[in-house]
């Protein structure tokens, strides 16, 4: 799938609340030397202080933030603040919003999704966890018709899907397990043979 | 941009004298997407000829592209610095200029009228607050809120550091709280765009929070300068959380409070 790691320029990826367990898994696994901005919503309530940067900076080799706005995007991964949503500007620099919550949610996926597609066309990835909304499939929908690539978490039983990753296949993600997603990340760096997820 | 995109603001900006080609790309496309919706256009080119035929329509566009949403003493630590550290150095002022620049409905402006009252200084103060949105700016006027938001705005208010209860300041009464009238006896509303309008006056205080979040650099640069310009020397910008000069032209005009909460200081 990841023919070439440099095809990629950036990675978005979301999912409620319930996700941080798997993003605990995931993103501390990513390599030091990766240089694309990892970008992450996860459904948060909306109070300050968000826990988020500080949870995940003890545990990543790579930089964690929140974004100000308008800061450009680095390398790094880089969580949306609470309450707001997070969006991606075509000069690729960072936008705050605080519209209103989309799908009940802010920060919302398909914001970041969808504005990243415009950015990043189709070297972006887009990843969906779970979650009980369909937050995140039209942002599916707009990176794969860009030429972008999606993916969804399914348990190892392909049948019990959530909402949330449902939704995203169903917007054209293709349905993949943890250790594949885990696959991916790990391709993003160095000269790693393993190519994680196939087509 | 894309072209249709680019025609519908143009004829905005020359028809209706309203400025948003300036406005921060994504969260202007995801909002005229939004107002497609709300105002049943199946296409920009719709929307376009609907907003420049009909002024309701058009009042409609300019609330959906304003986004009138706000909270009284939204983050509270900002407004605990603005009573532990801005406060303290007003009190030298003999009079005192305070502007809410994109007041919206006004929350802002009786957050930091209480304070001012609570910490004596409100009768000094002079507080220009402005917007474009006209219905925003009435509302903002009229000080009335649904009830069911002040439990909300009493949370953040004690948080903030407040020294009453909330409702000390307001009247409940069908359903909205409407806030005391003595909070605005020195309040100034106005219209005025920070897309194409200048300084007005000198002010020491600037508060502008989530305003400029919804602006592109250059719009932001504009607003920088507007706001270097209406500042004295050590003067106070408050601006939100997540906003910064920093990546600004006139990041070297301005120095952060160490807090972070969104204080900034005229160089």
């Known amino acids: 799938m990841l023919k070439n790691k440099r095809d990629v320029a950036a990675v978005v990826i979301g999912g409620s609340a319930g996700t941080i367990q798997s993003l605990l898994q995931l993103l501390p696994a990513i390599d030091a030397t990766v240089t694309i901005p990892i970008l992450a919503v996860v459904h948060v309530p909306p109070r300050r202080p968000s826990l988020l940067t500080q949870l995940f900076s003890d545990r990543c080799s790579l930089p964690v933030r929140e974004p100000r706005d308008k800061e450009p995007v680095m390398r790094g991964i880089w969580f949306a603040p609470p309450d707001y949503h997070l969006l991606i500007e075509e000069d690729q620099s960072f936008s705050l919003s605080l519209d209103e919550p989309e799908l009940h949610s802010r920060p919302s996926l398909d914001a970041l999704f969808e504005s990243a597609a415009d950015c990043y066309g189709d070297a972006l990835i887009g990843i969906v966890l779970t979650g009980g909304s369909r937050d995140g499939a039209r942002g599916v929908r707009a990176i794969c018709e860009r030429g972008g690539r999606c993916f969804a978490l399914g348990s190892d039983g392909t049948d019990d899907l959530a909402i949330m990753p449902r939704a995203a296949v169903e917007a054209g993600a293709k349905v993949s397990t943890f250790d594949e997603i885990a696959g991916l990340f790990r391709s993003l760096g160095g000269d790693t043979a393993d190519g994680g997820l196939r087509p | ?267």
């Not at chain 2, 649904?146 to 209860?165: T, V």
């Not at chain 2, 106005?190 to 719009?219: G, K, P, W």
């Open chain 2, 1 to 267: 941009m894309n072209a249709d995109e680019q025609a519908l603001l143009f004829a905005i900006y020359e028809r209706r004298h309203y400025d948003f080609r300036s406005y921060a790309h994504a969260s202007l496309r995801r909002r005229l997407s939004a107002a497609l919706t709300e105002l049943r256009c199946r296409s920009l080119g719709d929307l376009r000829d609907k907003v420049l035929a009909d002024d309701h329509a058009f009042g409609a566009l300019v609330r959906i592209l304003t986004v009138p949403v706000s909270e009284m003493f939204r983050d509270a630590d900002f407004f605990r610095i603005f009573r532990e550290q801005v406060v303290p150095e007003l009190h030298t002022y003999p009079s005192i200029k305070l502007w809410v620049a994109g007041c919206s409905s006004g929350e802002e402006v009786y957050s930091l009228a209480i304070v001012l009252a609570e910490e004596g200084l409100l009768d000094r103060c002079l507080i220009y607050a402005t917007d474009i949105n006209a219905q925003a700016l009435a509302q903002a006027r009229a000080g009335v809120y649904p009830i069911d938001r002040m439990k909300l705005f009493s949370d953040n208010y004690f948080k903030s550091g407040g020294k009453h209860s909330l409702s000390h300041y307001y009247t409940a009464a069908y359903g909205g709280a409407a806030l005391a009238r003595s909070l605005t006896a020195n309040v100034v509303f106005s219209d005025h765009s920070l897309a194409t309008d200048s300084v007005f006056s000198e002010v020491q205080v600037i508060t502008c929070r989530n305003v400029m979040i919804y602006f592109d650099r250059s719009l932001q640069d504009r607003v920088l300068g507007l706001f270097r310009d209406a500042l004295p020397r050590r003067g106070f910008l408050g601006l939100g959380t997540k906003e910064s000069v920093h990546f600004s032209a006139h990041a070297g005009d301005f120095a952060e409070l160490p807090a972070r909460e969104g204080w900034f200081r005229r160089c």
